[in-house]
């Protein structure tokens, strides 16, 4: 009995890390999201390559997701590496600028999170 409560109590530990892995990855996200905002409301494109590399960005969380900006798109992918908690571990999330009359919305999506691990904000543009 004492072992399957060890089990349980890892397996909801991981989950809470994931769950926060994920907040501070979206969090992590709001920089390049302000950049790519910028750029669009002054150049009326997203960022190519140059302004991309010439972009200084707060790295990412530690060793735990990479951080990428498509060019031209201005979709930023965030990838959960290996460090990262086991249910994200490999898996991605999608934050794509959507011009609305002018006006960047954004919205967020992940093809392969488990849905208990996308944002609220997320949910129901999965998939």
Known sequence: MVTLLGVAGCSNHSDDRA???VFDAM???TEARLFVTQLYMMEGSFPDG???ASMQLMPPGGDRYTR???????VITITFTDAAAGPIRGKSLRIEPLDQAGDLDWRCSSDDLDEEFVPAVCRGHSG
């Open 19 to 21: 769950r926060s892995e």
């Open 50 to 52: 140059d302004d991309i």
């Open 27 to 29: 969090s992590g996200a």
């Open 68 to 74: 990428k900006i498509e060019p031209g798109t201005g």
